[in-house]
């Protein structure tokens, strides 16, 4: 009876979600369309050592007379920590660290912003006490230190606080610049694999709050443990040269970090999820500790090797082919659809 229940349930929800629709009105959303208009104002290549410019998952920069880069990501998401402040911090902090892992980037350092309501007001005291202590839990087990910042309270309007924001920046280093990865796709037929797990989860999420108007829940669990993994493991396998993208899945879920790897590159992608959870959680929930990658079908074996020895949970999903972006019959999108919803064309 609970199987009917939830198959209804299921039935109804894909009912009423065009996800082809669905998908174009979140990549040109605010948060996550193009930041280019933005970025382009400012000179990203001064003194000329700007190895990877913004608009990837990190910019990098080179170390000149080494062989060393940094890498420099930002990140921040009020609506977590609206919902869970302390849960909201540490997925800040992961996430950060997530963009430079997926660049070939240890982690090293945190400066950090925090944007708080006036700390009479208990709730917003609350939720600052609660945001430090888990920026505090995260940076504790990614060893980054945070070794500047600034607070920024009294953020309100008409009497009503902002969403308790930290915003942190967080640099990495990359030993030799030859194993610097992007999240573009690069070759037709590089197969799709990706790391670790979904669950039924959408608190919080960009899309229930775009598409359903809905901010509440409680934001995905963190398994800091699982996370490290993660990212340790991705870190070595850039050193190895077995990969020819990676590119963190976070805000928007699944459908936005293959549709942003298809639109860097141009190349379609064809999915075939194997998911036993709603399929609007398998496109648009925002599980932690995942990575989108691709490798080139000859190293393909040699990768799994390292998967399973390292017990890194996986799913092969697809391959890189053709131009449209094709996800199971739920999703099927001409890569330039995608441009120009990105580009808010």
Same mark, same amino acid.
């Given at each position: ?23 174009? *009105? ?16 400012? +000179?990203? $290549? ?6 990877? !410019? ?85 940076? *504790? +087990?990614?060893?980054? !230190?945070?070794?500047? &910042? ?13 969403? !308790?924001? !930290?915003?942190?920046? $967080? ?55 699982? @996370? ?10 850039? @050193? ?44 648009? &929930? ?14 393909? *074996? ?8 390292? @017990? ?34």
């Amino acid at each position: 009876l609970q199987k009917s229940i939830n198959q209804l349930s299921l039935d109804k929800i894909e009912e009423l979600n065009d996800y082809n629709s669905v998908l174009l *009105q979140l990549l040109s959303s605010p948060n996550l369309s193009c930041k280019e208009k933005i970025y382009r104002q400012y +000179d990203h $290549m001064v003194q000329v050592n700007t190895v990877l !410019p913004p608009g990837d998952d990190a910019a990098i920069l080179r170390i000149k007379g080494t062989e060393k880069a940094i890498a420099l990501t930002t990140e921040g998401n009020g609506r977590y920590c609206f919902l869970d402040p302390y849960q909201g911090a540490k997925i800040v902090v992961a996430e950060a660290a997530r963009n430079l892992s997926c660049k070939g980037a240890l982690p090293r350092a945190v400066t950090d912003c925090l944007n708080f309501g006036a700390p009479e007001n208990t709730d917003s005291y609350w939720q600052l006490v609660q945001a430090i202590k888990g920026l505090s839990e995260a940076c *504790q +087990d990614f060893e980054t !230190p945070v070794i500047s &910042g600034n607070v920024s309270l009294y953020n309100e309007n008409d009497g009503k606080p902002i969403d !308790p924001t !930290p915003v942190i920046g $967080m640099v990495g280093v990359i030993n030799d610049c030859s194993h610097i990865c992007t999240l573009d796709f690069k070759n037709e037929n590089d197969i799709i694999f990706l790391l670790g797990e979904s669950h039924n989860e959408l608190g919080g999420s960009e899309y229930l709050e775009l598409i359903h108007q809905k901010k509440c829940g409680l934001p995905p669990v963190l398994n800091l443990s699982l @996370e490290k993994r993660i990212q340790d493991f991705c870190r070595k396998v850039i @050193e190895k040269d077995l990969l020819a993208s990676a590119h963190d899945c976070s805000l928007g879920g699944l459908a936005i970090a293959l549709a942003e790897s298809c639109i860097k590159s141009g190349l379609g992608a064809e999915i075939d999820l194997k998911t036993n959870i709603r399929s609007d959680c398998t496109l648009f &929930g925002e599980s932690q500790s995942r990575i989108v990658v691709t490798v080139n079908p000859e190293k393909a *074996q040699d990768f799994i090797n390292c998967l399973q020895k390292e @017990e890194i949970p996986f799913q092969q999903i697809g391959s890189v082919k053709g131009n449209n972006l094709k996800i199971n019959h739920w999703i099927n999108l001409p890569v330039e659809n995608l441009v120009k919803a990105w580009q808010r064309i």
